[in-house]
Nanobody, 119 residues
Framework: QVQLIESGGGSVQAGGSLRLSCAASGRAFSSYDMDWYRQAPGKEREFVARITWRGSIQTADSVRGRFTISRDNAKNTVYLQMNSLKPEDTAIYYC?????????????WGQGTQVTVSS
């Protein structure tokens, strides 16, 4: 089981920036696909961004051009740089790892970090 620990959340005014980090345990981080999700109060958890083990990137339409996902395999860490933040970005942000072994897929989630954007 991969352990994931998010950090970097906080409170910021609209237009500001935050950088989230997600540190993963284990020696196989470079083989994981890593995602960021978020969940706002009263809403379902939604996809934000993905970076595959090959480095391919997908970003949700709602954050494209403002949020950037990246990874540092030497540090077992994935990042989410969030710029031009809006009040609607307020949510708990979670990272998720996906790994595959012998045709089985394993997912792990972090505990989440709160991001609050005030207008």
């Amino acid at each position: 089981q991969v352990q994931l620990i998010e950090s970097g959340g906080g409170s910021v005014q609209a237009g500001g920036s935050l950088r989230l980090s997600c540190a993963a345990s284990g020696r196989a981080f470079s083989s994981y696909d890593m995602d960021w999700y978020r969940q706002a109060p009263g809403k379902e958890r939604e996809f934000v961004a993905r970076i595959t083990w090959r480095g391919s990137i997908q970003t949700a339409d709602s954050v494209r051009g403002r949020f950037t996902i990246s990874r540092d395999n030497a540090k077992n860490t994935v990042y989410l740089q969030m710029n031009s933040l809006k009040p609607e970005d307020t949510a708990i942000y979670y990272c998720k790892s996906t790994s595959t072994s012998y045709d089985k897929t394993y997912n792990s989630w972090g505990q989440g970090t709160q991001v609050t954007v005030s207008s």
